[in-house]
């Protein structure tokens, strides 16, 4: 296992270098000149030369390529125009809202996802099946703003149960902050709720017309035991995959629903700095996001060797 | 059904075969009245409403639904219909053209790369790295860099939306290459230009008027999301995801001024959705049986 783990640390290598590489090509094709955009309309010529020598902007491009990467390798992600800190700081300082979010919401997604998931399938076709299938259809429909919005019109505004808005951290207290993070992570668990519904659904299809599972019926296991223990286990891969593939939908549901909500996290962050025109710090966070990406990814690929035997690299 | 709708070829038939696809399909059917509705209204937007969306009228301001503004104003007294309706047409205008674009470069790529064995990898890992960057972290960074000119805004939307078609459009040349009627061009002495634009071009169709639609709906997210954020155009332009936005101060005085566009937002990105599942399960059995369905 050890040796696997090394194995693929190593693969993401090139990966995370071709990611890096993307990023920076793609932020210098945006059209437009992001000197110009930082100094603002009124700024006169000189001013954008200066800004454009800071941020290195005037250099050829295979430099500052060479710089970016140089840096990156180093584990520097680049320096805020506005506060003048490390950007890896900055994030370091605003990781744990962000985790803590996007946790609770990935647990809420599995804990209502995955039961409705093979109860659709086992009911397939069914009114219960057909219910479901319409609800995740909307689900996916619903932005999370206006999720967002509803949840809070109705459970702070109207019933008064929860906080509008804001962000309590762990040291308040396990309960308060739970309590402020229930509606967050329902407006960010929507999307992903609906999405794993949907393929656990589909998986699960594929696995209860297979031989094991009438096999596991015809020696009279309990249907709630074929159903949990053979059939899911074997439709996890697909669904686990999907988790994975669509981390990058939670990372962009995460800077909308910490907008709602003022939670202080990366995803703000971002917001902030991109108000602020603060171009490092936008640049390294979307690289930080990336990044955790692909090393989800990995640790997915990993999880796959526990989940099912049969699988080797 | 597929086949005949695809194989018939005298063009009124074929016209008329797909509207009694069309008209037996009932969710096709009401999804796609729905989405015709909502973009008749955005294209009609001038001729239905009187109000000029960025007039200001600071005695009107947060009224609620009244005869004169059928769905309230907002908080600088703007008149909330006109400025939905005209929100509802950049959004439709930006999900045209990110999805004709981001059609035509994934097409490309995908074609390339299916195609040519050498150029498979190295496009496919470009692919792979524009993949793991979070589009809307994509799509924020390169409208703050360029500014907001409907553009940049295409750019940034079109690019996330890229690999997935190159992907999809790839694995159709790549089992359609083997098919015996290939072999057989190529043996006849068809150039591979010829090959590649009449036997496997027509393959990839179905799959990407799938995919098409549903990068519409991902595009009017997108667009509504930047404006939300306060990243989209400037504040004269009315966007679903501004005119949101704007209202988040008065949110719980004035909540229409969220839920109205919200709810047009959440109808135009619905019926999009389901129209698109809908021609997924005509058009492309393979994918709704183990797609999302």
New interface residues.
């Given amino acids: 296992m050890l040796s696997l783990v090394l194995k693929r640390l190593v693969a993401a290598i090139p990966?995370v270098l071709?990611?890096a590489?993307?990023?920076f090509l793609?932020?210098r094709?945006?059209?437009?000149d992001?000197a110009r955009?930082i100094a603002g309309d009124m700024a006169s010529e000189e001013t954008i030369a200066q800004i454009r020598t800071n941020l290195g902007l005037d250099r050829p491009l295979p430099v500052q390529y060479g710089i970016a990467m140089g840096s990156l390798v180093k584990g520097d992600l680049g320096t805020s125009i506005v506060s003048k800190q490390p950007v890896a700081s900055l994030i370091a300082a605003r990781i744990g809202p962000t985790a803590a979010l996007a946790l609770t919401s990935l647990l809420l997604t599995v804990l209502i996802a995955i039961p409705l998931g093979v109860l659709s399938a086992w009911w397939h076709r069914r009114t219960f099946d057909r219910l479901t299938?319409a609800l995740t259809?909307?689900a996916?429909?619903?932005?999370?703003?206006?999720v967002g919005?509803?949840l809070?019109?109705l459970f702070s505004?109207t019933l008064n149960w929860f906080p509008?808005q804001g962000y309590a951290p762990l040291t308040d207290g396990v309960g308060r902050f739970l309590y402020q993070l229930v509606l967050p992570s329902l407006t960010l668990a929507t999307v992903f709720v609906a999405l794993i519904t949907?393929?656990t659904r589909?998986s699960m299809l594929d696995v209860l017309g297979e031989d094991f599972v009438r096999t596991a019926r015809a020696k009279g296991a309990p249907e709630r035991y074929v159903l949990f223990r053979h059939a899911l286990r074997n439709a996890a891969a697909p669904i686990v995959t999907v988790v994975g593939?669509a981390i990058?939908t939670l990372?962009?549901g995460v800077?909308?629903t910490e907008?709602i909500f003022n939670i202080p996290g990366v995803g703000s962050l971002?917001?902030d700095a991109?108000?602020a025109?603060d171009?490092p710090v936008?640049?390294g966070?979307?690289l930080f996001?990336?990044f955790i990406?692909?090393f989800v990814n990995l640790a997915i690929d990993l999880i796959y060797v526990l989940l099912d035997p049969r699988i080797r690299y | 059904m597929t086949m005949t709708v695809a194989l018939s070829p005298p063009p009124r038939s074929r016209l008329r075969a797909a509207a009694r696809v069309v008209l037996h399909d009932r969710v096709m059917l009401w999804s796609l009245l729905l989405l015709l509705l909502l973009i008749a209204v955005s294209v009609f937007a001038p001729l239905l409403t009187a109000h000029d969306p960025a007039i200001l009228s600071p005695r009107d301001r947060l009224k609620g639904v009244s005869a004169a503004h059928w769905l309230g104003t907002d908080s600088l007294g703007r008149d909330l219909f006109a400025r939905i309706i005209y929100g509802g047409r950049l959004s439709i205008t930006l999900a045209v053209l990110v999805s004709v674009s981001s059609v035509i470069v994934g097409l490309l790529f995908g074609l390339v790369a299916g195609f040519f064995r050498r150029l498979d990898a190295p496009i496919m890992?470009?692919m792979?790295?524009?993949?793991?960057?979070?589009?809307?972290?994509?799509a924020?960074?390169?409208v703050?860099?360029?500014?907001a000119?409907i553009?940049?805004m295409v750019?940034?939307i079109a690019?996330p939306e890229v690999p997935r078609i190159a992907r999809l459009v790839r694995s159709v040349v790549l089992s359609v290459r083997e098919e015996p009627y290939v072999e057989a061009s190529f043996g006849m002495g068809s150039s591979t230009l010829r090959v590649l634009v009449w036997h496997i071009l027509p393959s990839t169709i179905n799959p990407l008027v799938v995919q098409a639609t549903f990068v519409c709906?991902a595009a009017i997210?997108t667009e509504?999301?930047l404006g939300?954020?306060?990243?989209g155009f400037p504040p004269e332009v009315p966007s679903l995801?501004s005119i949101?936005a704007e209202g988040r101060p008065y949110?719980?005085r004035a909540?229409w001024i969220?839920?109205f566009p919200?709810?047009f937002?959440?109808?135009l990105?619905?019926a999009i959705?389901?129209f698109g599942?809908a021609l997924r399960d005509r058009l492309d059995p393979r994918l709704a049986r183990?797609?999302?369905?």
């Fill in positions: 990966v071709i990611v590489t993307v990023v793609l932020l094709m945006a059209p437009g992001p955009v299938m259809v909307l996916f429909s619903v932005p999370a703003f206006v919005y509803v809070i019109l505004v509008v949907r393929i589909a593939v990058t990372i962009s800077v909308v907008t971002i917001v991109v108000l025109r171009y936008v640049q966070t979307i996001f990336s990406y692909v | 890992r470009l792979d790295g524009i993949m793991a960057i979070p589009g809307l972290l994509l924020i960074a390169m703050a860099l360029g500014g000119q553009s940049t750019l940034a690019i709906a997210l509504a999301v939300f954020l306060g990243l995801g949101i949110f719980q909540p969220i839920l919200g709810t937002l959440a109808l990105i619905l959705n389901m599942d183990k797609g999302r369905n």
